[in-house]
């Protein structure tokens, strides 16, 4: 076979190849649902051996590495993650962390692309270095983080936050009060006949920017479109019936619209509604025909059970901590 027929032949394999050759996680994360950030192979799932491979990616990804301002903003991310990761992972910032230390070779990097060759293996002498997998893995890691950090960043609502936040806000404090004895109530006045005592009335502050990436980096859906408890509230009351009344009121009142609700992030660990029905629906009839009174009518509805608890998508919830959630798009 001539050198001709013998380069020919390597060519035509390579294109088969490369035509035919799917990358578990690469498929793994476009059709079955798992996070980048969770792929064993690269960052990207897109092979990058130069720094023209690097840059067509990044500028796909949303950053022209030719503008300096672009260039510096992505650089800082990367000493934004390291930070992070110390902080949090490794000691001696995290007493609990890990005994590990960032490769010096990452921390004196000032071309951020070069992050991207070493998580491909693609770094100059990196396949023949015996630390080139570890140096591998820490790019993968902090590129994860900086992805995580890009999508915080971009995201459109944070220029509006403190205007969302008042007019949240502004919904619910016209409706809570305190009465002459100092009691929390829920309602329009002291003698509303529709009010709810409140054991406690909770506003939620900003979330801090560290939490928000710590809770991205443990969600598949990392993106900061997925963070939903940026602004919130919270009701305590002293029944399990009386949390009920609280989501009743509000929704008479159009405090918050039903319409509104995003249906797969509405909780309930707190009453059975099934059987809260079932009790209503028997006892309304004897209340109204004077056969029961109000107070033995809410005494069997707080007599309700629990609801059985189904898998928590939070592994980090408890599973004593019992609620209504409720989140509504703004």
């Known amino acids: 076979m001539t050198t001709a027929n013998r380069f020919s032949s390597k060519l035509s394999f390579s294109t088969i190849r490369e035509k035919y050759e799917f990358f578990p996680d690469d498929l793994d994360v476009l059709l079955q649902g798992k996070s980048i950030i969770d792929i064993n192979a690269g960052f990207s799932?897109?092979?990058?051996?130069?720094?023209?491979?690097?840059?067509?990616?990044?500028?796909?990804?949303?950053?022209?590495?030719?503008?300096?301002?672009?260039?510096?903003?992505?650089?800082?991310?990367?000493?934004?993650?390291?930070?992070?990761?110390?902080?949090?992972?490794?000691?001696?910032?995290?007493?609990?962390?890990?005994?590990?230390?960032?490769?010096?070779?990452?921390?004196?990097?000032?071309?951020?692309?070069?992050?991207?060759?070493?998580?491909?293996?693609?770094?100059?002498?990196?396949?023949?270095?015996?630390?080139?997998t570890q140096l591998r893995n820490w790019a993968c890691s902090l590129l994860k983080v900086v992805h995580t950090i890009a999508h915080i960043d971009k995201d459109l609502r944070a220029s509006y936050f403190a205007d969302i936040q008042k007019q949240i806000f502004d919904r619910f404090y016209k409706t809570v009060h305190r009465d002459e004895d100092g009691q929390l109530y829920l309602g329009e006045n002291p003698?509303?006949?529709?009010?709810?005592?409140?054991?406690?009335?909770?506003?939620?502050?900003?979330?801090?920017?560290?939490?928000?990436?710590?809770?991205?980096?443990?969600?598949?859906?990392?993106?900061?479109?997925?963070?939903?408890?940026?602004?919130?509230?919270?009701?305590?009351?002293?029944?399990?019936?009386?949390?009920?009344?609280?989501?009743?009121?509000?929704?008479?009142?159009?405090?918050?619209?039903?319409?509104?609700?995003?249906?797969?992030?509405?909780?309930?660990?707190?009453?059975?509604?099934?059987?809260l029905k079932k009790k209503v629906a028997g006892l309304l009839p004897a209340l109204e025909a004077h056969e029961l009174s109000e107070s033995k009518v809410q005494e069997e509805l707080e007599s309700v059970s629990v609801p059985e608890l189904v898998p928590i998508e939070n592994k980090h919830s408890s599973e004593a901590y019992r609620r209504f959630s409720l989140h509504v798009g703004s």
């Open 45 to 132: 799932g897109v092979p990058m051996r130069s720094l023209e491979d690097v840059d067509k990616f990044v500028l796909s990804y949303g950053y022209d590495l030719s503008n300096p301002i672009e260039q510096a903003e992505v650089l800082g991310n990367l000493h934004e993650a390291i930070s992070f990761v110390r902080k949090f992972f490794l000691q001696p910032e995290n007493s609990d962390g890990l005994k590990l230390e960032i490769p010096r070779r990452i921390l004196e990097l000032t071309d951020t692309r070069e992050l991207f060759l070493m998580a491909n293996m693609a770094y100059p002498g990196q396949l023949e270095d015996t630390h080139g």
């Open 191 to 275: 003698g509303d006949p529709h009010r709810v005592d409140l054991a406690a009335f909770e506003t939620k502050p900003k979330k801090a920017r560290e939490s928000i990436l710590l809770k991205l980096l443990h969600k598949p859906e990392n993106v900061a479109e997925d963070i939903f408890d940026r602004v919130g509230v919270r009701f305590i009351t002293r029944t399990r019936f009386d949390a009920v009344r609280v989501v009743k009121y509000l929704k008479d009142n159009l405090i918050v619209v039903a319409a509104n609700l995003k249906p797969s992030r509405s909780r309930n660990t707190l009453i059975n509604l099934l059987e």
